[in-house]
T-cell receptor, first 115, second 111 residues
Framework: DAGVIQSPRHEVTEMGQEVTLRCKPI?????LFWYRQTMMRGLELLIY????????DSGMPEDRFSAKMPNASFSTLKIQPSEPRDSAVYFC?????????????FGEGSRLTVL | AQSVTQLDSHVSVSEGTPVLLRCNYS??????LFWYVQHPNKGLQLLLK??????LVKGINGFEAEFKKSETSFHLTKPSAHMSDAAEYFC?????????FGAGTRLTVKP
């Protein structure tokens, strides 16, 4: 089975530009999570979806960030406009169970650099 | 509410010696507990998980962890470190979709 697939793996952009990160979860998983990882703050949960519905977006830093999950096999995380402090590795993860004890399966991450 | 504390930010061992990475958790429920490993420029990979079955859990690559409810601990061990074990390790506590990551422990393995 293919794992969680993220694209792009690397993105370098200039401040003010729009950035879109993409994620394809594992087929059959009904929960999807977006995390951000930085040296200073470690792993932070940004938002998660159950059955394509956003459940908790309290970790989204500000209105510049938005996430969508139009169907069970695709999600996007958008930053508009981007700022240098958004530079980080963004991970997408999926899980088989929305309620319970299932482990998360992580993608390889999207490394974002905002100049 | 839940939380997890990894007691060491950095552990250094020599190849062939035992590894101990410490994790304490706090939860109002009966949570599931996980250990993940992250190699440089890679995603997080599941090492092992505890989900209220056997308290001694065996994972991949020779790692194991013991759930001790009385001590609220879930320490990760390996009898003999290998150079390829050098990575960042995360302890995670989960109840439903409330999933909390520890700050991570960087394991260095010296030849």
């Amino acid at each position: 089975d293919a794992g969680v697939i993220q694209s792009p793996r690397h993105e370098v952009t200039e401040m003010g530009q729009e950035v879109t990160l993409r994620c394809k979860p594992i087929s059959g998983h009904n929960s999807l999570f977006w995390y951000r990882q930085t040296m200073m703050r470690g792993l932070e949960l940004l938002i998660y979806f159950n059955n394509n519905v956003p459940i908790d977006d309290s970790g989204m830093p500000e209105d510049r960030f938005s996430a969508k999950m139009p169907n069970a096999s695709f999600s996007t995380l958008k930053i508009q406009p981007s700022e240098p402090r958004d530079s980080a590795v963004y991970f997408c993860a999926s899980s088989r169970t929305g309620v319970g004890t299932g482990e998360l399966f992580f993608g390889e991450g999207s490394r974002l650099t905002v100049l | 509410a839940q939380s997890v504390t990894q007691l060491d930010s950095h552990v250094s061992v020599s190849e062939g010696t035992p590894v101990l990475l410490r994790c304490n958790y706090s939860s109002s429920y009966s949570p599931s507990l996980f250990w993940y490993v992250q190699h440089p420029n890679k995603g997080l990979q599941l090492l092992l998980k505890y989900t209220s079955a056997a308290t001694l859990v065996k994972g991949i690559n020779g790692f194991e962890a013991e759930f001790k409810k009385s001590e609220t601990s879930f320490h990760l061990t390996k009898p003999s470190a290998h150079m390829s074990d050098a990575a960042e390790y995360f302890c995670v506590v989960r109840y439903n979709n409330d999933m909390r990551f520890g700050a991570g422990t960087r394991l260095t393995v010296k030849p």
